[in-house]
């Protein structure tokens, strides 16, 4: 399992862990088609993480 904020980075969704905050604050992030606000939400396998147009399955 990962963390939601190292997932974004890892799938170059975003640069930088200040990225990360402010999309998630903005409710820019979804997890499954669901807005995302946790930073520390665990992922899963198969679990689908879209940032606007970019999205990245869990592997």
Do not use: C, H, Y
């Not at 200040?18 to 939400?41: A, F, H, P, Q, Y």
């Amino acid at each position: 399992m990962i963390r939601l904020g190292q997932f974004l980075k890892l799938a170059d969704l975003v640069e930088s862990g200040g990225d990360v905050k402010s999309l998630l604050v903005d409710g820019l992030v979804r997890v499954n088609d669901e807005i995302e606000t946790r930073r520390g939400r665990q992922l899963a396998r198969g679990d689908v993480v879209a940032v606007g147009e970019q999205s990245a399955r869990v592997g």
